[in-house]
């Protein structure tokens, strides 16, 4: 087993910089999966209550078809 043992820090302000990025990954995650779920409630209100229940749903599983989505990609 090989273990690597360093006594220099890092460079001043690499962990605020990552914590930045990593803040403004978190958030751009979050309105990806917005738009994903914006978008896959605007399909399917597009589709007749009949195409709805072929797929096995209502028109009142869309909301929630759309929130599940969104906690999934975010």
């Known amino acids: 087993m090989f273990a690597l043992q360093s006594n220099r820090s890092v460079p001043m302000g690499a962990i605020t ?3 930045v990025i990593d803040l403004f990954d978190r958030g751009l995650a979050v309105v990806r999966a917005w ?4 978008h896959t409630r605007a399909c399917l209100e597009s589709l007749s209550d009949a195409q709805l229940a072929d797929v096995g749903l209502k028109r009142g599983d869309i909301d929630a078809i759309a929130a599940r989505l969104a906690r999934h990609h975010a």
């Open 17 to 19: 910089t990552y914590q």
């Open 35 to 38: 738009i994903a779920a914006r």
